[in-house]
């Protein structure tokens, strides 16, 4: 196997086993066995639009799923949320069912653990930006102290202060997502649902968007499904990314993993053209140290690109690739990152 | 998808062809046997008797609880008047007209500037120097008490629906279907036989009369809610009351508010229909006019009603609009509230001792009624035979014909065309309830008042679509002249439907030809907005190919826009005939004699029976037509040439 950046070890915050999704005649009957699902799926008057899906999201990971136009990704997040009722599987939070969970409990888990960022944005055009991230808080009956208390922060967080009498109409579209992400970070959620929360802005608010998601997700750590159709955007923000076809997982990976070893010829064609130095880091292209000194130094969590003007100034020399506490990983010169990106030969890997 | 059968068009023929055989052979199939009929009517009225005996203390029960806001509204809006609430009576007196005045322009003020302002203060002098302010005052509180009624009862059969789309699908929506087509008229009678004659059984035909557009408004605004919307109500924890309070319904505000201005306008419709069992105000007093031919002052109570009409229809869009722009929560109008208030209240107060405020004084007001009555008078003397020659000239050629063949025409023969022509354009369901539909007025015995109805509404739908199709196409070449009609159509729009027999009687003299007239003037409008639409809808693409290909305009007009337009003109008529339907009901009262009379006249003897059976078969008649142009302007749409493989 190769060396791939080692896996964080976290606690499962969100999973779901054997998941199916049917729609057609009949299909909002829930299915007792896996055998009758298949079936049902098979028989050609169902549309499956989850097959069996089993995942694993841990605590405080950016958690992204990927597919073309139909693929099944907003059904995917839907099932996780519980905004549909899978026909078979189990969804787990925390370890507590929610498929299994009644209305009453499944709504107290919404009201404190759960948010939700929507592609246009969802905002009611009656309130104003305050109300609009105000209005989760009254819903669960929250004191108006507190609750005042609970939206200025998320305000603060989003740059949002100076504008909280505005309407949403009054606001630019990144103006309007931002709310919508206060208003999910106001309940103070352990579990963000993003679908597709970028893809109706322009490229430069968009980028300017995935940073401040970064950003906040560095002091919040959040568990978040993100749901998108940009790869670029989901290297960006994503620990780990699932590409979907055709309602069924085709893989599971750190985007790293994916670029470097495409599971099938599907995701190879999804991911062809990427710029690699965007994605690979430089811990991964690293050789073994050749020397315990060096002039330059680069974080092994940085991507090639970012390494490109240190380099540069080293003369593309080899120069130091540190981990998080500074200790030596390895070293890399512009050799390693060719061969990195040529994906011929990797360091430690001979071709 | 299309499932067009050329066959059918085939079996048509002969079907025909054998009906009109077997017709001639037997007089029966010629004219329904009366032995065949059943006693629908005294059956409804008999067992309406046993509801009414039994439920009368509901009933009262119900009347009480409507009579008290129904008394504070009329007092304090036009009469003034004691108001007994238990053991207090509170002596009221009216609000004085100069802070109405004053109130309702300062709304004009606030939410549409100073143009609004201006065309209310207008309105507000019209009133009253021409006498009308306490008729209008009065219609007006007919329309406050019955609004929040017509609103409420609206909304919660709109959510109701929404909730439970296959008790929509079965119940609520042919029933409001029926509840639309149904003329009016027939609601009054059960009201009145349940609640008696007076301000109460109006209310409540009212309410029932405007209830349907607010309930499918409300539906179809839930419905239509971007799913985001929906989706956050849940993920927010919501429970199902919290959804929909604080979330759905606030969220499809704004359509809603434009249900609001429709159940307005639709309310202010019913009350000066209702005006004539009992509710008194402009309609009571036009109608009055009407009898007495008095003709100046008909006119003007009649235009009162219009400028009434257009003051609710302005500010209600104002406020529609406003409130989607979201200037709904501009906090800086307290003041300005405070002082409007302070002002109503202080000249109701002075006007307890100083008369003109309260009352706007005689001296000040003017008439023209005798000048109009001399105009009249002039117009008859002086272009008696033009009149008299068009009358004339439209009942000979184009109405007598129409009615001659429509009334001998045998009925198992136009059955049978009914039934084809149902199974060709939708099917065989369509074809059942055209039979059904046929049949139900033949057993009633309503066969030849129904064959009146149609040949009017035949006559005006012909004398509309020659008239508003051209005009329509005239709006759409001359973009200046188009603004004109369209403005001209709004405002007929906005008109009390009654309001339109007005001027005809007094030219025409009663009769079919000036109910004739008022139902185009009063159907040729969906025609033209329709015929303007559909033009306007015409892809720019096509008619570019059309000038490339080197088309003359009128080779345009035939080739490229009347074929894409046809769909959505068809629909226009479709408007058109449900217009006429209902306007024909109206124009019983100029002695029509078809269905609507047969209505009117249950109405006066509270004849239960056949008012409702009369005003169903109506009803009936209009959903079979809207059900057949809708098949047929399906059938004529073109495919859409698919975008994608
Ligand atoms: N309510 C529904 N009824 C029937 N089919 C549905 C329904 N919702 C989704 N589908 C089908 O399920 C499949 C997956 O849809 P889904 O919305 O999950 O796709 P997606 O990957 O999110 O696509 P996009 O990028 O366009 O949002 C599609 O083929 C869609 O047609
Ligand atoms: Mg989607």
């Not at chain 1, 105000?134 to 922060?153: C, F, N, W």
């Not at chain 1, 300017?208 to 919040?220: N, V």
């Not at chain 2, 017509?150 to 509840?179: F, S």
């Not at chain 2, 559909?534 to 490339?548: I, K, R, S």
Request: charged content about 15%; glycine content about 10%; aromatic content about 6%.
């Amino acid at each position: 196997m190769s060396k791939t950046t080692a896996p964080v070890q976290r606690r499962t915050k969100l999973s779901c086993s054997e998941i199916w999704k049917l729609y057609g005649p009949n299909a909002d009957r829930p299915a007792a066995s896996r055998d009758e699902v298949e079936s049902r799926a098979a028989n050609g008057r169902c549309f499956a639009a989850l097959s069996d899906v089993s995942l694993d999201i841990g605590e405080g990971e950016i958690f992204v799923v990927m597919g073309l136009s139909g693929s099944g990704k907003s059904t995917l997040l839907r099932c996780l949320a519980q905004l549909v009722e899978p026909t078979f599987g189990n969804v787990e939070l925390d370890g507590r069912s929610l498929t299994r969970m009644g209305q009453a409990e499944l709504r107290e888990v919404r009201r404190h653990d759960m948010g939700m960022v929507f592609q246009h944005f969802g905002l009611l055009p009656h309130l104003t930006v305050a109300g609009n991230v105000a209005l989760p808080l009254k819903i669960r009956g929250e004191k108006a102290e507190s609750r005042d208390h609970a939206v200025a922060t998320a305000l603060e967080l989003t740059g949002l202060a100076a504008m909280a009498d505005r309407l949403p109409a009054q606001l630019s579209g990144g103006q309007q997502q931002r709310v919508g992400l206060a208003r999910a970070l106001a309940v103070g959620p352990g579990l963000l649902f993003l679908d597709e929360p970028f893809s109706a802005l322009d490229p430069l608010i968009r980028r300017e968007l995935q940073d401040e998601l970064i950003r906040l997700q560095a002091g919040l750590h959040k568990t978040m499904v993100f749901v998108t159709h940009d790869f670029s955007e989901a290297v960006r923000v994503g620990d780990r990314v699932a590409i979907m076809k055709d309602g069924r997982l085709r893989q599971v990976g750190t985007p790293e993993d994916i670029v470097r070893q495409p599971a099938d010829d599907y995701v190879r064609n999804f991911v062809a053209g990427v710029d690699l130095t965007r994605v690979i880091r430089c811990a991964t292209a690293a050789r073994p140290a050749s020397r315990s000194d060096y002039a330059h130094a680069v974080s092994g969590q940085g991507r090639l690109s970012d390494a490109a003007e240190t380099l540069m100034a080293a003369g593309g020399g080899p120069i130091a690739v540190q981990g998080e506490d500074g200790s030596l990983i390895g070293e890399i010169d512009l050799h390693a990152v060719l061969a990195a990106v040529s994906g011929k030969s990797l360091a430690g890997e001979p071709a | 998808m299309t499932r067009f059968r050329p066959r059918a068009i085939w079996l048509l023929l002969p079907a025909a062809v054998a009906a009109l055989w077997i017709a001639q052979q037997f007089s029966w199939a010629t004219r329904f046997p009366k032995a065949w009929e059943l006693p629908v009517a005294k059956t409804v009225s008999k067992s309406a008797a046993v509801v009414t005996d039994n439920l009368s203390w509901l009933t009262r029960l119900f009347a009480t609880a409507i009579e008290v806001p129904m008394t504070l509204v009329v007092a304090l809006l036009s009469e003034g008047g004691a108001l007994t609430l238990g053991g207090f009576a509170l002596d009221l007196p009216p609000l004085s007209w100069s802070g109405l005045a004053l109130a309702v322009v300062w709304l004009g003020w606030r939410t549409g500037g100073p143009g609004l302002a201006l065309l209310q203060a207008l309105g507000c002098a019209y009133l009253l120097f021409f006498g009308q302010w306490s008729a209008a005052m009065l219609t007006l509180a007919s329309v406050v008490i019955a609004v929040p009624f017509a609103l409420g009862a609206g909304v919660v059969l709109g959510i109701v629906a929404w909730r439970m789309p296959r008790l929509d699908r079965w119940l609520v929506t042919p029933v409001l279907d029926l509840m639309q087509t149904v003329p009016a008229f027939a609601y009054l009678v059960p009201t009145l036989v349940l609640f008696g004659f007076g301000p109460v059984s109006a209310l409540i035909a009212t309410v029932i009369f405007a209830l349907p557009p607010m309930a499918r408004v409300t539906t179809l605004a839930l419905s239509r809610l971007p799913g985001a919307i929906t989706d956050l109500a849940a993920m927010m924890g919501c429970t199902r009351g919290q959804a929909l309070w604080r979330v759905l319904l606030p969220a499809a505000m704004p359509m809603l508010l434009v249900g609001l201005n429709q159940t307005v306008m639709m309310t202010l419709n019913m009350v000066i229909i209702a005006s004539m069992i009992g509710a008194g105000g402009l309609g009571f007093d036009v109608l009055l006019a009407l009898r007495q031919l008095d003709i100046g002052r008909g006119l003007e109570a009649g235009a009162a009603i219009v400028v009434l009409a257009i003051m609710l229809d302005r500010q209600g869009r104002v406020l529609a609009s406003g409130w989607s722009r979201g200037q709904a929560v501009s906090r800086r109008r307290g003041l300005g509230l405070v002082l409007v208030l302070g002002a109503l209240l202080g000249t109701t107060l002075l006007g307890q001792i100083h008369a003109p405020l309260r009352a706007f004084p005689e001296s000040w007001q003017v008439t023209t009624g005798s000048t109009m009555d001399s105009l009249v008078a002039w117009l008859n003397v002086n272009f008696f035979d033009t009149i008299e020659a068009v009358r004339v000239f439209l009942l000979m050629n184009l109405m007598n014909p129409i009615r001659i063949a429509l009334a001998s025409a045998p009925w198992l023969g136009v059955m049978t065309i009914v039934a084809m022509l149902g199974w060709v354009l939708g099917g065989w369901r369509l074809a059942v309830l055209g039979l059904g539909v046929g049949g139900f007025c033949l057993v009633t015995g309503l066969w030849d008042e129904t064959m009146t109805t149609i040949y009017l509404c035949l006559t005006a739908a012909i004398l509309s679509v020659s008239l508003g199709v051209p005009l329509g196409i005239a709006g759409h070449r001359w973009p200046r002249f188009g603004k004109l009609l369209t403005l001209a159509v709004e405002l007929l729009q906005t008109m009390p439907s009654f309001v339109y027999l007005i001027p005809v009687v007094m030219l025409l003299r009663v009769g079919d030809v000036s109910a004739m007239i008022a139902i185009v003037a009063f159907a040729v409008t969906p025609v033209i907005r329709y015929t303007m639409a559909a033009f306007e809808a015409v892809p720019p693409a096509l008619t570019e190919a059309g000038t490339v290909m080197g088309c003359t305009s009128g080779q345009m007009l035939r080739h490229v826009q009347l074929p894409v337009a046809l769909p959505t003109i068809l629909l226009g008529i479709n408007q058109c005939f449900l217009f006429s339907l209902a306007m024909v009901v109206i124009t019983a009262l100029v002695g029509t004699r078809d269905l609507g009379q047969k209505v009117y006249i249950a109405l006066t003897k509270a004849d239960v029976g056949s008012g409702l059976v009369a005003g169903l078969c109506l009803g009936l008649v209009g959903i079979l037509v809207d059900r057949l142009f809708r098949a047929a302007a399906a059938r004529i749409a073109p495919q859409e040439p698919s975008s994608h493989a």
